[in-house]
C-alpha cells in the first residue's frame, strides 16, 4: 500500500506521532510518504531515511504570496502531487492541515484519514478556517480524535465516521531515579505558545521558590512567545532558576534528569509530552484543561490533576511533592504503566484498523 502522511513541520506532538506512524508503516513494507506542509523546521528525533519527505514549499512558486494566494497554490500543490502520485490512503493531522488536504482531493478517488490533534470542543479554528474545516470534513473518510468526549464537536455531526486513537507512547528505555539533594528541579516542554500557559508557570514558580529557594524550572520547546517568555523570566530577576532550553530531540533523557513534571496548558488534545514524562518515570503535576485527561491521569495514584482555577493546590501539590521522596517515587512507578497502556503496538493496531475499515469502506462502494 502506498501511503501518504501530511503534517506542518517536523517539531511538535502531533508531528512526532505522524513520524513514528510513517517508520512503523514503512518497516511493515509499504511505500510512505510524509508531506509538510511548512518544510523541515528543526532535525527529527525519529530515523525517517526511509521515509519519502516532501516539503511543500519546494513544490510552490518561489513568488511572494499573500495569505489568500498561498492558501490557494498550496491546495494547487498539493493537488497536483495527488494526480501525480497517486496514494492509496492520505493520513493528515491538525485541523488546518486536514481542512486543505481534503479540498485538494476533492474528487479525486484516494480516501482521507483526518485527525484532529486538539481539545475538538474548545479550540476552534478562526474565521474563515472553522467554517472552512466543517465543509472539508464531509470529503474525509474517517476522523479519527485523541479522547472520547472530542467526538462530540460540531454538535456530534461527525460522530458516526468518528474513532478515538490515543497517541503512542515510545519505550523511553531509560528510567527516572529519585534523588535526594535540596530544592527540587521542575521541567515541562512545548510550544511556546499562548497554549502552554508558560508565563503562568514562570510566575508559580517564582511563587514555590519563595518556600523552596532552590527551586529550578526548565522548559523545552521553541516557539512565537519565546523573546515575551525571555523578557518575563529577566524582569522577575529568574535567570538562575528558570531556563529555556530550547528544541531537544533527546527529550527522555532530559526529562529523567528531573524531579517533577509540571502542565500549565489551558487546553491539550492528547498530551504526549506529559506522557513521555510519566513513561520514564517521573511524577506529574497537571491543570486538568479538560475532562479527558482522566483517561491518563489517575489523580492521586499515578499523578496529579488540578482544577485550571486552583493555583493555591496547584503550588501545595508541588511543594509536598518537593518534600518528600518516598511519594515521588511511589507516584512515578505508578506513572510509568502509562506507556504499557499506550505502547506502540497497541496504538499501531487500532490506526491498522481505521484503515482497513476505510479501505474495505471504499471496496464495498
Known sequence: MKILFAVNCISGGASNVIQILSMYYQKQGHKVDLLLYDGIDVPSRYDLSKVNIIELPKLMPVHKMNSYSRIYNQIKSVRKFLRNEQPDIIISFLDNINTLTCFAGLNLDIPIIVSERNNTLMLRPKFPWDFLRKVAYKRADLLVVQCSIFAEFYKGIFKEKT????????????????????????????????????????KVTSKIIERIPETHLTIYGRGSKEKELRDLIEEMGLQKNVTLAGYTTNVHEKIAQSDIYVMSSIQEGF???LCEAMAVGLPVVALKCHDGLTDIITHEENGYLVDLDNEDLFIETIIQLAQDNNKRKKIGENARRVAERYSENNIYKLWSMAIDKVMKGRNLN
Open 271 to 273: 498530551p504526549n509530552s
Open 163 to 202: 474513532t478515538i486513537i490515543p497517541n503512542p507512547i515510545v519505550d523511553p528505555n531509560i528510567k527516572h531515579e529519585v534523588k535526594q539533594h535540596n530544592g527540587i528541579n521542575l521541567v515541562t516542554a512545548g510550544r511556546l505558545v499562548d497554549q502552554k500557559n508558560f508565563a503562568w508557570l514562570i
